[in-house]
């Protein structure tokens, strides 16, 4: 296998990596500066609700969204499966 081919699958994996991981992220922290925001408006002192509502969150896109954040992922392991007898040489 060339490095060029080699590159190619590891970006590949990569972004798809990204593509799972960064919409829940991004929301988690939106969720968390609301959250913070809402804490020093009211003055509320719990520790706790960020990180419980967070974990909710995640959890929900995940569900909602999982089977359109894996699609580039699963693409991509198909690919590699599937010419896996062509990169061995």
């Not at 590159?7 to 992220?25: F, R």
């Not at 706790?48 to 995640?58: E, R, S």
């Not at 999982?66 to 599937?82: C, H, Q």
């Given at each position: ?26 929301v ?18 719990e ?22 954040l894996?699609?580039p ?7 590699i ?9």
């Amino acid at each position: 296998m060339s490095e060029i081919v080699f590159i190619t699958y590891l970006y590949d994996v990569l972004y798809g990596t990204a593509i799972i991981a960064v919409p829940p992220l991004l929301v988690s922290t939106l969720v968390a500066f609301l959250i913070g925001l809402f804490q020093a408006v009211t003055q509320i002192q719990e520790q706790t609700l960020p990180q419980t509502v967070k974990m909710f969150v995640i959890a929900f896109i995940l569900i909602a969204f999982g089977s359109m954040l894996i699609a580039p992922l699963y693409t991509v392991s198909d690919r590699i499966f599937t010419d896996f007898y062509k990169l061995s040489l």
